[in-house]
């Protein structure tokens, strides 16, 4: 059984660019989660997805970020117009209840920078 | 919202000495608490977990501690070997989104 699949694993964007970034959950694994860890610090929660809906976006900056998970295909996490502060390692998560006892197990993460 | 405290940010032991790492939180509400080895380059490996209505829970060298009144957690790791090396990280978690602690540098000198 594949663990929960990121791509690209680095992706090197200039200011103004869009930035896409893809997470496959484990098989059997409904529910997606995404954190952004910048340098030396911990993961902070950004969105909760679960197939074609979003549980909770509190953690989701406000502009230029969104994020989504489709009926079929992987959950695509957007970054539009991006600066210099989103250069961070983004971290997808899957579990496969929606419960608040699920274990989340954890992608290997896309590090993106920003020129 | 749910604040996670973590201490120490860095542990330095022996090769075979123990470890502990403590956090804190502040919602009561939480009922889920993982923690998590994350080495460099690498995602988050869960290493071991606990829920609210359990106090304690070991497996092998790994031990979880809750103090559900105090709002405490603590990570033990007994006989330490350079392989355990690496950052951990706390989480409490309720309605599925984990708040983490800041992370602790634990280093195993053989």
């Known amino acids: 059984n594949a663990g929960v699949m990121q791509n690209p694993r680095h992706l090197v964007r200039r200011r103004g660019q869009e930035a896409r970034l893809r997470c496959s959950p484990m098989k059997g694994h409904s529910h997606v989660y995404w954190y952004r860890q910048l340098p030396e610090e911990g993961l902070k929660f950004m969105v909760y997805l679960q197939k074609e809906n979003i549980i909770d976006e509190s953690g989701m900056p406000k502009e230029r970020f969104s994020a989504e998970f489709p009926k079929e295909g992987p959950s695509i996490l957007r970054i539009q117009q991006v600066v210099r502060g989103d250069s961070a390692a983004y971290f997808c998560?899957?579990?496969?209840?929606?419960?608040?006892?699920?274990?989340?197990?954890f992608g290997p993460g896309t590090r993106l920078t920003v020129l | 919202g749910e604040n996670v405290e973590q201490h120490p940010s860095t542990l330095s032991v022996q090769e075979g000495d123990s470890a502990v790492i403590k956090c804190t939180y502040s919602?009561?509400?939480?009922?889920?608490f993982p923690w998590y080895k994350q080495e460099l380059g690498k995602g988050p490996q869960l290493i071991i977990d606990?829920?609210?209505?359990?106090g304690e829970k070991k497996d092998q060298r790994i031990a979880v501690t809750l103090n559900k009144t105090a709002k405490h957690f603590s990570l033990h790791i007994t006989e330490t070997q350079p392989e355990d090396s690496a950052v951990y990280f706390c989480?409490?978690?309720?309605?599925?989104?984990?708040?983490f602690g800041t992370g602790t540098r634990l280093q195993v000198f053989p």
């Open positions: 606990i829920r609210s209505n359990v």
């Open positions: 998560a899957s579990s496969p209840l929606g419960e608040s006892y699920n274990e989340q197990f």
């Open positions: 989480a409490a978690s309720k309605l599925g989104k984990l708040i």
């Open positions: 919602d009561s509400a939480s009922n889920y």
